[in-house]
């Protein structure tokens, strides 16, 4: 196999592995917000159970994602993300154990930074991988929505339906960037058919 071959053949994989973790990533948020917004309403166990769950969910998602794309060298945001994600989950558990009402201040930090990483992992990864533009926004759009949490802390709003919004709004992009990868990947398959054919 050549190296151009090589390289072509990383690429598909790489796409098929991003398209995976995207649809991976938006299927998971729609659950999480329809839990929030369903039976996570007359059950403040299970609310507490999903504000703790989220960012552990985004953590393990960030080391995938680091794991299947060249590694933690390759891929320092994520690993950063990854990290930050862990911390989050353990100061939402604390607060929730020792009801210190910080919740949205807690989210809101962590969204904004989150954002950032996110914007910078899309940029970097602008020229090789498709859908990247929609992860740019993503993350952008994170960082905004992470200063109106912490406007919100203090405030009567239910934090795990206020949250929720955030997430959906997460879902989207995600599932988004997933279709994007996969409506380029059956363009270039008939693309290089109509090819064969000449």
Not at 10 to 17: E, I, P
Not at 52 to 76: E, F, S
Not at 132 to 138: A, E, I, K
């Amino acid at each position: 196999m050549s190296d151009t071959n090589q390289s072509q053949l990383l690429l598909l994989q790489r796409a098929a592995w991003l398209r995976k973790l995207y649809f991976t990533r938006a299927a998971f948020s729609f659950v999480w917000v329809a839990l929030a917004f369903t039976v996570a309403k007359s059950s403040p166990v299970l609310a507490s159970v999903l504000l703790i769950v989220y960012p552990a969910w985004d953590a393990l998602a960030n080391l995938w994602d680091a794991r299947m794309t060249g590694g933690a060298k390759a891929n320092p945001t994520q690993v950063l993300n990854a990290w930050i994600s862990a911390l989050i989950t353990v100061a939402v558990a604390v607060s929730l154990g020792l009801k210190l009402q910080l919740i949205l201040a807690i989210f809101g930090a962590w969204a904004i930074v989150a954002g950032l990483l996110q914007l910078a992992t899309a940029i970097r990864r602008r020229k090789s991988d498709k859908g990247q533009w929609v992860m740019m926004l993503s993350g952008a759009q994170s960082a905004l929505a992470g200063g109106f949490f912490v406007a919100q802390q203090g405030s009567a709003a239910p934090v795990v339906q206020t949250f929720a919004g955030y997430a959906a709004v997460g879902a989207i992009y995600f599932l988004i960037s997933g279709l994007v990868i996969l409506f380029r990947k059956s363009k270039g398959k008939a693309g290089g058919f109509v090819s064969e054919k000449v």
